[in-house]
C-alpha cells in the first residue's frame, strides 16, 4: 500500500450481513447492500444501518439472491450512482432498469468510479431465489485497487472449484471475506470461519474483514434449531479468530462492532 495523506487513510465499515462501506482515498465503495431490518421470514438482530450507510461512489452486487440484490436499499443510493451487477441481472430483476448499470461476468476487467475492478467466479447460485428465474446469471466476486489499496471481496462461495482462482489471486490489502449465515446450514456454497481462513491463506491480506453473519436469522429457526443458530449465527466471528491463529497468519482479523469504522492502519483500529 501506498502512503496516503492523513486525512486520506483506507477504511471500513461493516454494516451487518454482507454490507461494507469501504474508503479508498476519494472513493467509497459499497458491497451487497442491505439496509432493512426485515426481509420476508428474516429479521436483523442489530442496529439498523444510519443514512450515510447510503453513500458511496459505487455499489458491487455479488449476485441475485434477495438479501444481496436488495432492490429497496440501492433505492437509498443516489441515481447517479454506477452499481455492478452480474451479467443479466436487470432481464431477471427488472427494476434494475433506469440505473447506471455496469453488467460484468467472471474474467472481465473494468475501470469504474476510479477504480480498476475484476470479477472473479463463485461457487454459489446466481438464481435470484429457488423459485425464480436467473439460472444463467452467474454469482461473481471482485478484486478492485485504487492503485494504492487493494481489496478482495469474494461475494458468497464455497471452496468447491475455487482453491485454484484463490491461489491465483494477487495479496490484497483487505480481504472482505464471509464466514457465516443465516441457516439452517451452510452448504457448500458458503464458507464457515475455517473455510474463509483457508481461503484467505490462498489469497494472502493484510486485513481481513469477517462478513455475512451475526446479522439476520429467521425467527422461527433460533426455536427449533438453536444448535444452529449458535453454531451459524453467535460464534463464527470467534472462530475466525482463533482459526487465524492456529493457522498462524499474518493477517489481521476484524471482526468489528456493527457500524464501527475501522481504519486500516498498523494498529487496525477505529
Known amino acids: 500500500m501506498g502512503t496516503d495523506e492523513p486525512d486520506r487513510v483506507p477504511a471500513v465499515t461493516w454494516w451487518g450481513h454482507s454490507t461494507t462501506s469501504i474508503e479508498l482515498g476519494d472513493v467509497t465503495v459499497a458491497t451487497d447492500p442491505l439496509l432493512t431490518d426485515r426481509l420476508y421470514h428474516l429479521r436483523r438482530h442489530a442496529p439498523a444501518p444510519p443514512s450515510h450507510a447510503a453513500r458511496a461512489d459505487v455499489v458491487l452486487v455479488s449476485h441475485l439472491h434477495h438479501d444481496h440484490l436488495h432492490v429497496p436499499s440501492l433505492d437509498s443510493f443516489g441515481g447517479a450512482v454506477p452499481v455492478v451487477v452480474p451479467r443479466g441481472a436487470p432481464d431477471v430483476v427488472r427494476s434494475l432498469r433506469g440505473r447506471v448499470l455496469v453488467e460484468v461476468e ?21 438464481r435470484r431465489s429457488t423459485f425464480e428465474r436467473g439460472g444463467g446469471v452467474p454469482a461473481i466476486g471482485f478484486r478492485f485497487t485504487d492503485g494504492r489499496t487493494s481489496c478482495w471481496y469474494p461475494g458468497d462461495t464455497g471452496l468447491t472449484g475455487m482453491t485454484d482462482i484463490f491461489d491465483a489471486l494477487e495479496p490484497v490489502d483487505l480481504a ?85 469504522r475501522v481504519e486500516l492502519t498498523p494498529a487496525g483500529r477505529a
Open 176 to 260: 472482505a471475506v464471509p464466514i457465516g449465515g443465516w441457516g439452517p446450514s451452510l452448504g457448500d456454497e458458503h464458507l464457515d470461519p475455517e473455510e474463509a481462513v483457508e481461503a484467505l491463506a490462498r489469497v494472502g491480506a493484510t486485513w481481513a474483514l469477517a462478513v455475512h453473519y451475526g446479522t439476520f436469522w429467521p425467527l422461527w429457526l433460533k426455536r427449533l434449531r438453536p444448535g444452529n443458530h449458535h453454531r451459524l449465527f453467535v460464534t463464527p466471528a470467534q472462530r475466525f479468530q482463533r482459526a487465524m491463529v492456529q493457522r498462524r497468519l499474518t493477517t489481521t482479523a476484524l471482526t468489528p462492532e456493527f457500524g464501527q
Open 106 to 126: 467472471p474474467g472481465d476487467r473494468v475501470a469504474v468510479a476510479g477504480l480498476d475492478l475484476e470479477v472473479l467466479p463463485a461457487h454459489h447460485s446466481g
